[in-house]
């Protein structure tokens, strides 16, 4: 069992930026990847990025060059946002998957004002 534990979502104006924080507990070993995803009010849930185990990166387009994820050690991997933007308003997922079994958050919100 794997559980994940998002944080650091609020409200912020545009241009503003926060960071989300997944933090993972349980059976860690075997993971080779975690997944920030977020879901707009009407939207179906959409990749954000994604961090490997080898530190290869991956970034939707609509957040590349403002978004950056990172592995801070074992146990937490976190997402920088930047330049936030309304459109940015989700509530954001993170997501695992350890053998075969997939893990998500519960989610954290994020409402970016104009």
């Known amino acids: 069992q794997v559980q994940l534990v998002e944080s650091g979502g609020g409200l912020v104006q545009a241009g503003g930026s926060l960071r989300l924080s997944c933090t993972i507990s349980?059976?860690?070993?075997?993971?080779?990847?975690v997944s920030w995803y977020r879901q707009a009010p009407g939207k179906q849930r959409e990749l954000v990025a994604t961090?490997?185990?080898?530190?290869?990166t991956n970034y939707a387009d609509s957040v590349k060059g403002r978004f950056t994820i990172s592995r801070d050690n074992a146990n937490t991997v976190s997402l920088q946002m930047n330049s936030l933007k309304p459109d940015d308003t989700a509530v954001y997922y993170c997501?695992?998957?350890?053998?075969?079994?997939?893990?998500w958050g519960k989610g954290t919100l994020v409402t970016v004002s104009s």
């Open positions: 961090k490997a185990s080898g530190g290869l």
């Open positions: 997501y695992t998957g350890n053998y075969g079994i997939n893990y």
């Open positions: 349980g059976s860690i070993f075997g993971i080779n990847s």
